[in-house]
């Protein structure tokens, strides 16, 4: 049985350059999903050097135009390439959101990436206290 879900931005409503920087980065993204948890990491470290801490209105724009141009990263299984592809965007224009890999702390108990920025999940739509982080690259 498929589970319906509907896709809340549409790609036209994302300047062109912006578009083309987010599809790169999700294919980027993609990518950077294949590899262990540490390198990912790793790779996250080495590219956050340099960027000043986005704003949450810098962060809900980068996650917003990610789903505005790719169902993957907008599906509910989605939140590694989604997350990656946030914190990315965000470093093409110089910020850089906490990204965060962690799990629910309520059922349904499920491991999770998320990004954060100013101290709260980023378009997650759940209280500070819901995901429990293992590891952050601030």
Do not use: D
């Amino acid at each position: 049985m498929s589970m319906p879900e509907a896709v809340a931005y549409h790609p036209r409503s994302v300047p062109m350059a912006r578009r083309w920087a987010a599809r790169a980065v999700v294919g980027c993204a993609h990518v950077l999903a294949t590899l262990p948890p540490g390198r990912i990491r790793s790779v996250l470290g080495r590219l956050r050097r340099g960027a000043k801490p986005a704003t949450l209105a810098e962060a809900e724009l980068a996650r917003q135009t990610v789903l505005a141009v790719s169902l993957t990263a907008a599906g509910n299984k989605g939140c590694l390439p989604r997350s990656l592809a946030t914190a990315l965007l965000c470093r093409c224009y110089g910020q850089w959101p906490t990204w965060c890999v962690g799990v629910r702390t309520r059922p349904p108990f499920a491991a999770h990436a998320w990004v954060e920025a100013e101290g709260e999940p980023v378009g997650e739509g759940t209280p500070a206290g819901y995901f429990q982080r293992f590891f952050a690259v601030e």
